[in-house]
């Protein structure tokens, strides 16, 4: 099993920037693709970025390209999604995962998933 806790989220004005952090927990040996998504109120749970286990692959939603970065340090068993120039609509709780596969966009073949952290951008 794999723990996953999220931190970083908060309340920032429009324009602003936060850095979300997953840690990851419990059997860290194997060789997980990471993600995160998001979930706004009233809308399903959105694919925003993801990372292949070495780092060399990523990949992102069309709507943050250009201003999110999903990075991972494998030694310290973290994913960070920094987020910059945040818009209103970028308001969600976002979720790290962590997938046994390749990386990929569908956030079904992700096998672990930690509990959330709140995003909140003021207009």
């Known amino acids: 099993q794999l723990q996953l806790v999220e931190s970083g989220g908060g309340l920032v004005q429009a324009g602003g920037s936060l850095r979300l952090s997953c840690a990851a927990s419990?059997?860290?040996?194997?060789?997980?693709?990471m993600a995160w998504s998001r979930q706004a109120p009233g809308k399903e749970r959105e694919f925003v970025a993801a990372?292949?286990?070495?780092?060399?692959?990523?990949y992102y939603a069309d709507s943050v390209k250009g201003r999110f970065t999903i990075s991972r340090n494998n030694a310290e068993n973290t994913v960070i999604l920094q987020m910059n120039s945040l818009k209103p609509e970028d308001t969600a709780v976002y979720y790290c995962a962590a997938g046994i596969g390749s990386v990929t966009m569908n956030l079904r073949l992700y096998n672990f998933w930690g509990q959330g952290t709140q995003v909140t951008v003021s207009s």
């Open positions: 990372i292949s286990w070495n780092g060399e692959i990523t």
């Open positions: 419990g059997r860290t040996s194997s060789r997980y693709a």
